[in-house]
């Protein structure tokens, strides 16, 4: 295993959380264990070179498989369901109340990884409208940083594991056999989710604000000046009455969110 130099090791961490926003000061091992087979395998003979190679910004690939090597992209079907719940149980029958009239839903999930998010939301909004489906847009936004998660988001094909999960009846309805242990998500629910790259850190400038927002488990990696500019981005970024997801793991600061907290990990945004 190669060794990372203190000097390296700050001048890496420092343009992964400037340009970034993922906070790694404290992941120097982290760092080593999950990114010297990369090294070797790209012929780097030691970090500095690498690191050079990094900060160049000549190669933009590079970043992203070093993103990817570096952050967690582990996710599936349903996670933290109690939060699809809530979305069922609450969100979605004030959202139909109050777009009655234009059908019209906005839903963003920022930092979609493999797509197991945006898919999950959006077969609970084709199993509450049901036949009615067809008369409204609920297709949702779904971001990533990386492009190489997207395009495997795009592809759609996952294994037995991942949509354990999930009903099997909504299996049976929502995915088509594609392998052994795998199966590909429908066409109707492909055409559903908008994909598309974004990265966090810029200003967040999409034609409509939304009635609900999807971020959780990425600000794991954000230390809390970078959280609270997030949140503040996205609450600017949210219609009034609209909510924000995150993930049980996170959690916002009283003091400095615009939100209004409703239960673990659900906020809102309150008043005119």
């Not at 037995?160 to 049976?172: F, M, N, T, V, Y």
């Not at 995150?246 to 959690?251: L, P, R, W």
Request: glycine fraction near 6%; charge should be positive.
């Amino acid at each position: 295993m190669l060794s990372l130099s203190e000097h390296d090791f700050q001048r890496l961490y420092t343009y992964i959380k400037k340009n970034y926003g993922i906070d790694l000061s404290k992941k120097k091992q982290l760092i080593v264990s999950r990114l010297s087979n990369t090294l070797s395998s790209k012929g780097f003979k030691d970090f500095t070179a690498y690191v050079d190679e990094i900060l160049s910004g000549r190669d933009p690939e590079m970043v992203t498989t070093m993103l990817n090597k570096l952050t967690t992209n582990y996710t599936y079907f349903l996670r933290e369901e109690e939060h699809f719940q809530y979305f069922w149980d609450i969100i979605l029958p004030d959202l139909e109340k109050k777009h009655a009239k234009d059908k019209n839903l906005a839903i963003w999930s920022a930092g979609c990884s493999s797509g197991e998010e945006p898919y999950t939301i959006s077969m609970y909004l084709k199993e509450y409208f049901g036949s009615k489906a067809g008369q409204w847009d609920t297709r949702i936004l779904a971001t990533d940083i990386s492009n190489k998660i997207l395009s495997t988001a795009i592809n759609a094909t996952y294994n037995d594991e991942s949509i354990s999960a999930l009903p099997s009846g909504w299996q049976r309805k929502y995915f088509i056999k594609a392998g052994k242990d795998s199966y590909s998500i429908s066409p109707a629910l492909k055409q559903n989710v908008i994909f598309r790259t974004f990265n966090l850190m810029d200003p967040i400038k999409f034609k409509r604000k939304f009635d609900l927002i999807f971020c959780r488990n990425v600000m794991i990696y954000f230390d809390q000046d970078t959280k609270d500019a997030l949140v503040r981005r996205f609450y600017n970024a949210t219609v009034p009455g609209g909510h924000l997801f995150i993930g049980h793991s996170e959690g916002l600061t009283k003091a400095t969110c615009p939100y209004t907290y409703v239960k673990p990990a659900i906020y809102q945004k309150t008043g005119a």
